[in-house]
């Protein structure tokens, strides 16, 4: 055979910046230099770890002997467990309510296969995390982003109605936000629910960094819901520091509009048999176990982003508005010398050895003339890698 076989052209056309860029610095390393990666979203790679005894229901599960598929939707008591955490937040949902999966990326795949048709229209929040355009192209819909004021958590209400169109199918939703940290405050969250309404669309909203935030008690999408058609995708990498295990969940509202999707998403579940059979056993320990961790691990967070956002807004060329939540900081590149963003990004690791992403990989729209950077790593760490960022922006 001489001919190299086609891939299809969706498949072909994925970015995923923030894996994607690793590739440059990795070619760095292997000519010996030491990276410093502010790339990734992942605290475990950080030195955060889940608890003991979250790993000890990990390690009970595998040899109690439960290796094998557990039931596609989920073992029940786990199920009833996330229940109860989002009813904390507002809902009122039960068991059959919730369907567990491998990680939110999985979870978002499969509503988005659900939902969305060829030629479809989805909302996203400019910039977004990339998955959501990925998975939206990958069905042959197309991602549309609103504008949010991200210095003062608000979506512009007016640009998302100006967006809407017979195609529009959903309006999804990150708070905390990935890349900015934003927080959506309740009377926002009413407002897109109202609009939302009007227009017959589904409401897919991402609460994975729920429980990390920094200056307010989370008000969740929960309180305001109502019985509008509310998709929840959460999971356990981020807030329970178990990124590694892939599990996450989607928990329908209690809503007559999401029949025909609860009847026909579980066959999607089905398909791909189960989810991790032994981790949901630790992930149900992670919600009904003490947890403490999880508020040092916010306090010692919020130490992190006080310090990154005082050092960067003090730097000529570089303005950071204080994220609310999550662990990134997603600075605006003023008077940028370098011919995009992408290149800034890609200087900056070549000159001071520091990994980020560039703005644009997260969406062209309202990602460009920034990079985004991990506060995850320790203060000392961060320190040096804020030197370095000053020298370089000299
Ligand atoms: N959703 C958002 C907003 C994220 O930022 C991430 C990871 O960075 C994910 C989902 C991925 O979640 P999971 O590890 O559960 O697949």
Not at 242 to 266: D, Q, V
Request: one cysteine or more.
């Amino acid at each position: 055979m001489s001919q190299c076989l086609k891939v299809s052209k969706k498949v072909s056309g994925v970015e995923y910046a923030i894996r994607d860029i690793v590739s440059s610095a990795k070619y760095l390393e292997n000519q010996g230099r030491t990276i410093n990666y502010l790339n990734i979203g992942d605290p475990v790679q950080y030195g955060f770890q889940p608890p003991e005894n979250v790993k000890q229901a990990l390690i009970d599960a595998i040899k109690k002997g439960s290796n094998f598929y557990s039931a596609s939707e989920g073992i029940q008591e786990l199920r009833e467990a996330i229940a109860q955490k989002e009813n904390s937040k507002g809902l009122s949902i039960g068991a059959d309510d919730v369907l567990v999966t491998n990680g939110v990326s999985e979870g978002l795949d499969m509503v988005i296969s659900s939902v969305v048709e060829e030629g479809d229209e989805v909302l996203l929040p400019g910039p977004y995390y990339p998955p959501y355009a990925s998975y939206i192209r990958l069905r042959g819909g197309i991602p549309v982003e609103f504008a949010v004021d991200h210095a003062n958590s608000t979506p512009d209400i007016d640009d998302i109605r100006s967006k809407i169109t017979p195609k529009t199918v959903a309006i999804c939703l990150i708070s905390p936000n990935n890349p900015t940290g934003s927080v959506f405050e309740q009377n926002s969250l009413k407002k897109l629910i109202d609009v939302a309404n009007e227009h017959n669309l589904y409401i897919i909203c991402d609460e994975i960094y729920d429980q990390i935030v920094f200056d307010k008690k989370f008000a969740g999408i929960g309180k305001v819901a109502g019985n509008s058609p509310v998709i929840i995708l959460n999971g356990f990498s981020k807030v329970h520091l178990m990124s590694g295990w892939r599990i996450g969940y989607i928990a329908f509202n209690n809503s007559p509009h999401l029949e025909l999707i609860r009847e026909n998403l579980p066959k999607l579940a089905r398909v791909r048999i189960s989810a991790n059979h032994p981790v949901q056993y630790a992930a149900l320990e992670s919600l009904q176990g003490p947890q403490e961790y999880i508020s040092k691990f916010v306090s010692e967070l919020k130490k992190h982003r006080d310090l990154v956002v005082k050092r960067l807004n003090e730097m000529s060329g570089i303005s950071c508005s204080n994220p609310k939540g999550a662990f990134y900081v997603f600075p605006k590149i003023e008077n940028n010398r370098f011919k995009s963003d992408k290149e800034f990004v890609l200087e900056l690791l070549k000159q001071k050895n520091i990994l980020t992403v560039h703005g644009s990989g997260f969406g062209t729209k309202y990602g460009s003339d920034h990079f985004r950077l991990v506060f995850l790593p320790n203060m000392e760490i961060l320190e040096s890698a804020m030197n370095k960022i000053e020298d370089f922006m000299h």
